[in-house]
């Protein structure tokens, strides 16, 4: 996610980037040559003082390494996390009380710009600092803010989550496919571009999701016969509805 931040920021002409990475990939190495980026393996090889912070890290890295942060924060960075499950509190634990905190929930279609980020501004985040925070994560695609920090907890689940569960819908129909006599390949791609051409017609078509699904069923139709399997009271709703549960706890378990 932080390389898909980077190649969004160059593509907007953002300047003075430096990015600490301890393992870079190749590409990673490639793209900073390239661009005149400064890469460094340690954050105390950064001797600038940055305007923003955005810590890109899992959150069981964050854990360990969020002291070493603190320099930048108490140095009057904003601090960006992109972090599931790591709380203001925790954070501001390790960075004072003082520290200008905003919490992100990106998804992975941020990588083509095609994303949604939300957002939660905490105690003393400025307008200016929220503003600075939208900017920078709308490299990904949309933002949107929450007003709520455990309200960050349920967007991870619907969106942050979220398109691991398109993709298992993907291989889902792929399966389905080959039950009912479809080569394997033929399946893949069948229900790949179909999964995908939806998605892009949803984004395109600002129609509820409901009435896209009501003009695609004939009464008595076969789409019907699918959909009221689906839609069964223990169909996908139901199950959706305990998937992005767990996904909440987890995040919560995370803090």
Known sequence: MGFALLKGWLAKDVKSITVVEPKPSAGL?????????????ATSSVKTKPSVCVVAVKPQVLKGEASTLAGFAQGGALMISIAAGTSVAAMSKAWGKKARIIRAMPNTPGAIGAGITGLFAAKGATAADRKRAAALLSALGATEWVSREELIDSVTAVSGS?????????????????????????????????VAGAGALLAADKSPAGALREAVTSPGGTTAAALSVLMADDGLTALMKRAVKAARKRAEELR
């Open 162 to 194: 979220g398109p691991a569960y398109l993709f298992l819908m993907a291989e889902a129909l792929t399966e389905a496919g080959v039950a009912e006599g479809l080569p394997r390949a033929q399946a893949e791609k069948f229900a790949r571009a179909t």
């Open 29 to 41: 190495r490639k793209l900073a040559k390239a661009k005149n980026i400064l890469l460094t393996a």
